[in-house]
């Protein structure tokens, strides 16, 4: 399925499989283990603040860090349409 087909996102499909293991890890390691990019609820608690970094690189900390790519814009106006609707999981 495209992303740009889905009109509902949820954290299941395609939220979730934005984040890969090593954005994952990386978060987990910068954060001491505060901040899980693989569990609905941080992702949720902090999804504002997630969004915001995700977007803009004003303090040169745009996430998500290298090696992984930079989020396409199909895949931020889907989490910004998932935090819209707040924050479905299924």
Known sequence: MS?????NPT??????SFFNDI???HMLTITGGGLN???YEDVKNN?????????DDKN???MP????????????????TWMDN???EA
């Open 3 to 7: 992303l740009d087909t889905i009109e």
């Open 11 to 16: 954290w299941e499909y395609p939220i979730r």
């Open 23 to 25: 954005d994952i890890n």
């Open 37 to 39: 990019l693989g569990k």
């Open 47 to 55: 999804g504002k603040e997630i969004y915001e970094r995700l977007l």
């Open 60 to 62: 040169g900390q745009r």
């Open 65 to 80: 860090l290298p090696p992984s790519p930079y989020w396409t814009k199909e895949m931020l106006d889907l989490y910004k």
């Open 86 to 88: 707040d924050y479905p």
